[in-house]
């Protein structure tokens, strides 16, 4: 292979500034993770210890194997909404008894494990993440149900969770609930819907309805225990499969089970058990990308920083050249690359794409997409030239490939550039942000421009005097608004991706990713649409 070099002089004014500006927008990601990891407050926290009770990550810790790491999943979502960020569940992937698993652990801190309408579009998506990778799935249950005041947006799509435990099972996925406290109303089928059931002596309950509303809808009066406490449900009812003395106890048994499921992966494993770092300085990732999203940047140097020994086999070098394509390894995976190089798609771009794309298809090979685009290009010679027909090819290519796609945005991710860079409509297996990344339609002042021109349109046909003033108004608005909507932040939060990460993680998060990704077969098509040509 090809040993990438670099140009990056890391004292440079200009890698300087754009390594603060970056760093910014690190500060802000490290406020929300915190905000995030604080769960419902110190108050809550302190009660739940006082208590006895571990919190959601200390039970995620435990599950895993020690020293073993743990890639979380949307760990902002809510950000920027009325929800609490983090959404009061903790996602991701981690290693249990060397098996690679989903883990799903309820935050009882906040509104006691209430299910809000974020916390069920995170818990959603781990499960889609869980079947298409065929990750095993064990649940650390402590849920009220439903958050009462948002049922509305909650109670009927709030359904698909349970429809995805089944059909994992279906797949011969494993998956596994501990239930540590309250498992109520629609928590109570996480753990009647998984294979396997944990509960804890003295402090779980599981019921459909608690003590005062079977009064209520029946007349019956009950108590805890005999409705739905651990011990009933391991003698009587037979829900529980396992009956634990404490928490501790109880993850135990959750890692015991894991353990007998004889998993294997069926994907190859890493063409090396020993992957060389890159050649060039990960921290350096923090200066390559400028504050101003509109100076374009070589790929190449963050391929450098990203790759196996920064080891790179380039593929249509001289043609199409504002896309970067080829081959390389990630912690000893073989992947293929796409990569923007100056934003904009033109013809040959999306052509050698389409290309790419059949190639790594007919080699089952994965395929890393660095978004960095403005969209395809746009104007009467490349309309004349095909670039409608040339972009769709591109965009058929992603569609149908069946190999893993993983997604990083790097910079930019606008308009149709986005969909033929598989964004999140095109279903990679994990898709993750740079906290100084924006997607949209398009640039904030683009979109006010457009508007405007077509605001003077309107007026001018109507034979009216426009007003500039009112016009250099609006437009501010329409920027700000734009440049609000389109930040890694806000579209994490709304889960637009599986997370935003510090850019020198980029490597790791990739190999944990790659590793995931294997636990399922690994197979391309030859499967795809009509290339109009």
């Known amino acids: 292979m090809t040993t990438l070099g670099s140009r990056i002089d890391p004292d440079a004014p200009e890698h300087l500034a754009n390594r603060a500006a970056l760093l910014d927008r690190l500060a802000e990601l490290t406020d929300a993770l915190d905000q995030a990891r604080a769960g419902g407050g110190e108050r809550y926290v302190a009660r739940h210890h006082g208590r006895g009770r571990l919190l959601a990550r200390e039970r995620v810790e435990l599950l895993l194997d020690q020293d073993s790491p743990f890639l979380e999943l949307s760990p902002v979502a809510?950000?920027?909404?009325?929800?609490?960020?983090?959404?009061?569940?903790?996602?991701?992937?981690?290693?249990?008894?060397?098996?690679?698993?989903?883990?799903?652990?309820?935050?009882?801190?906040?509104?006691?494990?209430a299910v809000n309408p974020c916390s069920l579009a995170k818990t959603r998506r781990a499960g889609e993440i869980a079947l298409a990778n065929r990750l095993p799935l064990v649940n650390l249950v402590e849920s009220a149900g439903a958050d009462l005041p948002s049922?509305?947006?909650?109670?009927?799509?709030?359904?698909?969770?349970?429809?995805?435990?089944?059909?994992?099972?279906?797949?011969?996925?494993?998956?596994?609930?501990?239930?540590?406290?309250?498992?109520?109303?629609?928590?109570?089928?996480?753990?009647?819907?998984?294979?396997?059931?944990?509960?804890?002596?003295?402090?779980?309950?599981v019921y459909l309805a608690g003590p005062p509303l079977v009064r209520m809808a029946t007349g019956e009066v009950t108590d805890d225990e005999s409705l739905g406490g651990a011990r009933m449900h391991a003698t009587t009812s037979g829900l529980a499969d396992f009956l634990a003395e404490d928490e501790p106890d109880a993850i135990r048994l959750a890692r015991r089970c894991v353990r007998r499921f004889n998993r294997r992966k069926p994907g190859p494993a890493p063409v090396t058990s020993t992957p060389r770092p890159p050649r060039h300085d990960p921290e350096e990732l923090l200066g390559i990308v400028s504050a101003d999203l509109k100076v374009p940047f070589d790929p190449r140097e963050v391929l450098a920083r990203i790759l196996d020994g920064s080891e790179f086999d380039e593929f249509k070098p001289a043609y199409g050249d504002a896309l970067v394509t080829g081959w390389g390894e990630v912690h000893g995976y073989p992947v293929g690359v796409l990569a923007n190089a100056r934003g904009v798609l033109f013809s040959a771009e999306a052509q050698k794409a389409a290309h790419f794309i059949q190639l790594a298809n007919a080699t089952d090979t994965p395929l890393v997409f660095l978004q960095n685009t403005t969209g395809y290009m746009v104007g009467t010679e490349y309309e004349q030239r095909g670039i409608i027909k040339h972009g769709a090819l591109m965009i058929n290519a992603v569609s149908n490939s069946t190999v893993p796609h993983l997604t990083v945005n790097l910079g930019a991710s606008y308009g149709a550039g986005n969909y033929g860079m598989c964004g999140r409509a095109f279903e990679p297996r994990f898709l993750f942000t740079w906290p100084n990344a924006r997607s949209a339609v398009m640039g904030g002042a683009q979109l006010a421009g457009v508007l405007s021109i077509v605001a003077r349109q309107a007026a001018a046909a109507k034979g009216r005097a426009y007003d500039e003033e009112a016009d250099a108004a609006v437009r501010a608005t329409v920027e700000r608004q734009i440049d609000s909507e389109s930040g890694a932040l806000f579209l994490s939060g709304r889960l637009y991706d599986d997370g935003v990460i510090d850019p020198r993680d980029t490597r790791t998060v990739l190999g944990l990713c790659l590793s995931a990704v294997h636990n399922a077969p690994v197979a391309g098509t030859d499967r795809f649409g009509v290339f109009r040509l």
């Open 78 to 113: 809510g950000y920027g909404t009325d929800f609490p960020v983090g959404a009061g569940v903790v996602t991701g992937i981690g290693v249990v008894e060397g098996v690679e698993c989903l883990v799903v652990a309820n935050d009882p801190t906040v509104r006691g494990g």
């Open 151 to 205: 049922q509305a947006e909650i109670f009927i799509p709030g359904g698909r969770v349970f429809r995805d435990l089944t059909r994992l099972s279906a797949a011969r996925i494993p998956t596994v609930s501990v239930v540590f406290g309250n498992a109520t109303a629609g928590g109570a089928y996480l753990p009647g819907m998984s294979d396997q059931t944990i509960m804890i002596r003295d402090r779980s309950q």
